[in-house]
C-alpha cells in the first residue's frame, strides 16, 4: 500500500506546473541575469572587451563564446524577467558582433532571469522570425518592462501546424496554455 502512495505523490510532482505563468520575478540584484552570447570569430581578439560591454549594465552574469564560423546565429532569447533596459543592450549587441536579430524564442523554453544571443540551441519550431520594423518597435526605449515583454511575447507566438516531410503537421515544440506566460 506504502509503494501505491508514494508512485501517486510522484505522479503528481511531475504534472504540469500550472504555477509557471503567475510566478513573480525576483528583482535582478537579488537573482542577476545570465547572458550567453555567441559572437563572430573576427571579434576574439576583443574577446574581454565585448565580455565588458555585454555586463557593463550591471546584474549580469556573463558567458561568452567564439563561434566557430564566421557568422553565428541571428537568433536571441530573452527570459520573461529580464529588464527591458537590459534586453535592449543584449540586441544592440546582438546587432553589433552577431550580425543582428532575425528570430526570437519562445520564453517557454528558457529560464526567467536568462538571455541568449547568436545562440543556435533551439529548433526552428521555438521560435518566431522578426521583421526590422518589428525589432525597432521592440527596441523603443520609452518601453517599460512590462510592455517590452508584452510585446516580446505577442512576437513570439508559435504555430500550431508547422511543414515537415512535405506536409502540416502538429508543432512537436508548442507550448501548451498552462506553460505560456
Not at 510532482?13 to 537573482?31: D, F, M
Not at 567564439?66 to 534586453?87: D, M, Q
Amino acid at each position: 500500500m506504502r509503494i501505491i502512495y508514494v508512485f501517486a505523490f510522484l505522479i503528481f510532482l511531475s504534472g504540469p506546473n500550472t504555477g509557471y505563468a503567475k510566478e513573480e520575478c525576483l528583482p535582478i540584484r537579488r537573482k542577476p541575469v545570465k547572458v550567453e552570447a555567441w559572437i563572430s570569430k573576427k571579434f576574439e581578439k576583443d574577446y574581454k572587451i565585448i565580455r565588458r560591454e555585454f555586463a557593463e549594465l550591471g546584474d549580469t552574469k556573463v558567458g561568452l563564446f567564439v563561434y566557430p564560423s564566421e557568422n553565428p546565429s541571428r537568433v536571441v532569447a530573452i527570459g520573461r524577467c529580464v529588464p527591458a533596459f537590459l534586453a535592449q543592450h543584449f540586441i544592440k549587441k546582438a546587432w553589433k558582433y552577431s550580425l543582428g536579430t532575425t528570430h526570437l524564442v519562445h520564453q517557454g523554453f528558457i529560464s526567467s532571469h536568462w538571455a541568449g544571443v547568436g545562440t543556435s540551441l533551439f529548433s526552428e519550431n521555438s521560435m518566431s522570425a522578426i521583421t526590422p520594423k518589428q525589432l525597432d518597435q521592440l527596441m523603443d526605449e520609452t518601453l517599460d518592462t512590462e510592455s517590452f515583454q508584452a510585446m516580446y511575447r505577442s512576437l513570439t507566438v508559435q504555430k500550431e501546424k508547422v511543414p515537415a516531410f512535405g506536409l502540416m503537421l502538429e508543432n512537436p515544440k508548442l507550448m501548451r496554455n498552462s506553460q505560456q506566460q
